[in-house]
């Protein structure tokens, strides 16, 4: 079992900037690749970016390339996001993510464990 919590969220205007953090705990947090995905109500949950657990390996979707940096620390098994230049359609619950298989995998299925989700909203 893996216990996701995250935090950091709020409301930025367009323009600023906010630093996602998520705390893991549990059997072997240090072996699963981390991400983070997003989600506005009634839409699918979407990724956004993961990184495995040596950091090494990290995958970004197309929209935040170039904003948005992931980050880990093993030794405080914790995973970041900082989130640069931040727009309206950024606005979503943002959720921390652990998967078994690995970075490159963007689907929600293929995550086993979930936080509970923190909101950002970025205002125009």
């Known amino acids: 079992q893996v216990q996701l919590v995250e935090s950091g969220g709020g409301l930025v205007q367009a323009g600023g900037s906010l630093r996602l953090s998520c705390a893991a705990s549990?059997?072997?947090?240090?072996?699963?690749?981390l991400g983070w995905f997003r989600q506005v109500p009634g839409k699918e949950r979407k990724f956004v970016s993961a990184?495995?657990?040596?950091?090494?390996?990290?995958y970004y979707t197309d929209d935040v390339k170039g904003r948005f940096t992931i980050s880990r620390d093993n030794v405080k098994h914790t995973v970041s996001m900082q989130m640069n230049g931040l727009e309206p359609a950024d606005t979503a619950v943002y959720y921390c993510?652990?998967?078994?298989?690995?970075?490159?995998?963007?689907?929600?299925?293929?995550?086993?464990?979930w936080g509970q989700g923190t909101q950002v909203t970025v205002s125009s």
């Open positions: 993510a652990a998967s078994p298989y690995g970075p490159h995998f963007t689907k929600p299925n293929f995550y086993d464990y």
């Open positions: 549990g059997h072997s947090v240090n072996s699963y690749a």
């Open positions: 990184i495995n657990w040596t950091g090494s390996s990290i």
